[in-house]
């Protein structure tokens, strides 16, 4: 099965705590992205990579960090600087980064803080 | 800032009639695409528009694009109870330099159709 993966699917984050949040994909795919989306809002961009050991950030990064050691890997951590990490999380593929590529989702990671 | 709009913000309508959301973006774009989630799930890409065609079409999808009005439509025909999800379009950025897009997406048109 190709695909994109996601787990947990339910992180609880104690307060000073990071956390993160796993994203694997085995569709061959150069780029790779992180959203966060809050109730009833659209999808905000976290961090981008285009290919292994590059990432830029996105539009709202603080407080977020992220690696992409491996092609098939690209994790999310959420540090103690995010005062408001309660959000779903989803992270996505694509074949590039070009604006006419189909971009495929995970499942999604919802992150509640304790 | 952020480049969709969708409208409505939520819709109701009967199985069987057709449903119609609006998108509409800031800066000019070289492709527009429309996404659906479902309830607590990832987003499925449902159809890609370039900024060259006006109209394409999917199935009972229908996606129209005017460039001079900065807005796109989508239009689902005989709605059916599966159809219920939210629906958002995504938008690149047509300034950008090639090779380094992203998506910004917009918040969304929660449609719910009524059995």
């Known amino acids: 099965d190709g695909g994109i993966t996601q787990s947990p699917k339910y992180l609880f984050r104690k307060e000073g705590q990071n956390v993160t949040l796993s994203c694997e994909q085995n569709l061959n795919h150069d780029a790779m992205y992180w959203y966060r989306q809050d109730p009833g809002q659209g999808l905000r961009l976290i961090y981008y990579s285009q290919i292994v050991n590059d990432f830029q950030k996105g539009d709202i990064a603080e407080g977020y960090s992220v690696s992409r050691e491996k092609k098939e890997s690209f994790p999310l951590t959420v540090t103690s600087a995010q005062k408001n990490p309660t959000a779903f999380y989803l992270c996505?593929?694509?074949?590039?980064?070009?604006?006419?590529?189909?971009?495929?989702f995970g499942p999604g990671t919802r992150l509640l803080v304790l | 800032s952020q480049q969709g709009e969708e409208d409505p913000q939520a819709l109701s309508i009967q199985e069987g009639e057709n449903a119609t959301m609006n998108c509409s973006y800031k800066?000019?774009?070289?492709?527009l695409q429309w996404y659906r989630q479902n309830s607590g799930r990832g987003l499925v890409h449902l159809i890609l528009?370039?900024?060259?065609?006006r109209e394409k079409h999917s199935g009972r999808l229908r996606v129209t694009l005017d460039t001079s009005k900065k807005s796109s439509s989508l239009l689902i025909t005989a709605s059916r109870a599966a159809d219920t999800a939210s629906y958002f379009c995504?938008?690149?950025?047509?300034?950008?330099?090639?090779?380094?897009?992203?998506?910004?997406f917009g918040t969304g048109t929660r449609l719910t159709i009524i059995p």
């Open positions: 528009i370039r900024s060259n065609e």
């Open positions: 995504a938008t690149d950025d047509g300034l950008s330099n090639f090779g380094n897009e992203k998506l910004t």
């Open positions: 800066t000019s774009i070289n492709n």
């Open positions: 996505a593929s694509s074949t590039n980064a070009r604006g006419w590529e189909t971009q495929y």
